[in-house]
């Protein structure tokens, strides 16, 4: 497929000017479309120096998997055939969206294409990936998050008030609250703010003829008005479903046509075969501070071997010495402690 698009103008313009796939490397990251090489070879994971489980409860490095080498290999290949953007390791973040939205990109990770894209008539044309298989494993795999985070609440030391600090913490815990906190009271003509002193009125905030309705200045959308507001929309508390979400608000929010079009991709190509590829571990402070001391000088070396395994600038040849130099680094100890982490979640379920 993608030497089809590489060689067969699907643009239809005439110019050699396809880029079969996109993608780039994040400053002290590893590239972005790895996630679709790693999954197809069985490591569901979305980078190799991230960790994942594994089905006979062992947890694993992308870069200590046995089939790593496959991955810099067939990475090596695209990019040797032109398949692979040539500035792959080179471009800046910026390139990479101004490339997206030039309508000459076949496969690329992206958040959703409307947002690289303004116009429908391009952004339309993409859809969601579904998982690849390999001859070194036949099961369609794409990892996700745990929806269990670790939130923060930041108490001034000298406060005065450390329970009404804690209170009002716990406030966002009550239902529909953090909504509120997130969307705001609705004004419009008929309707007015709703803080009654007893409590929040969800179905008297923000509905109208059965959906949600939010009125914002000069026709912004919900988000860019958040965002301009409060630089970085957030919302507190749990986060909700969407389901959940309209029950309590007693209505449900349409969607835009270009957010409907992208879910039921993902919905179709992706969600069935969706896993887990870590949940939220728990380490103490001695551990915490021992994993951070051994993760950086790992890290900064798979990506920066990674990158000149994939270029060239270093012989895959040379992979055992790659691996002997990381055994030096201590990473059977650090693998170690997340595996004692693994390990006591797995105990508790």
């Not at 990475?75 to 969206?97: C, I, P, R, V, W």
């Not at 002193?197 to 179905?203: F, K, L």
Request: with cysteine; net charge negative; glycine share 6%.
């Amino acid at each position: 497929v993608l030497t089809a698009f590489k060689n067969d103008d699907p643009n239809g313009n005439g110019q050699n000017d396809e880029i079969p796939m996109l993608g780039y490397v994040p400053q002290g990251g590893t590239s972005n479309s790895a996630v679709i090489i790693l999954t197809a070879l069985g490591m569901n994971t979305s980078s190799t120096t991230n960790f994942f489980t594994k089905d006979d409860g062992s947890i694993n490095l992308g870069a200590m998997d046995d089939n790593y080498i496959h991955y810099l290999e067939y990475m090596k290949l695209l990019l040797a055939e032109g398949l692979l953007d040539q500035d792959h390791y080179t471009m800046t973040s910026e390139e990479f969206n101004a490339k997206l939205a030039q309508n000459t990109v076949g496969l690329s990770p992206m958040s959703a294409p409307f947002v690289y894209m303004p116009d429908p008539a391009q952004y339309k044309q993409y859809q969601a990936l579904t998982p690849l298989t390999s001859a070194y494993n036949s099961t369609k795999v794409w990892p996700v998050n745990s929806n269990i985070f670790q939130g923060s609440f930041a108490i001034s030391y000298d406060t005065e008030y450390p329970e009404a600090c804690i209170r009002m913490a716990n406030v966002f815990f009550e239902e529909g609250i953090n909504l509120l906190a997130f969307v705001g009271p609705l004004t419009s003509d008929t309707l007015e703010p709703q803080y009654p002193v007893d409590g929040w009125e969800p179905t008297k905030c923000a509905i109208v003829d059965g959906a949600w309705s939010f009125t914002t200045p000069d026709g912004t959308d919900l988000w860019t008005y958040l965002n301009a507001k409060a630089g970085l929309a957030v919302q507190v508390g749990p986060m909700y479903t969407q389901a959940e979400a309209d029950a309590i608000m007693g209505g449900s929010v349409p969607l835009p046509d270009n957010e409907t079009s992208w879910r039921s991709s993902l919905i179709k190509n992706v969600a069935p075969y969706q896993k887990l590829w870590l949940p939220t571990l728990f380490l103490d402070a001695d551990e915490l501070e021992r994993a951070n001391e051994l993760k950086t000088p790992i890290v900064d070396y798979i990506t920066t071997m990674e990158a000149k395994f994939i270029m060239g600038e270093e012989s895959l040849d040379n992979i055992d010495a790659f691996y002997a130099q990381l055994k030096t680094l201590g990473i059977e100890e650090y693998v170690q402690i997340y595996q004692t982490a693994y390990d006591a979640y797995l105990a508790n379920q």
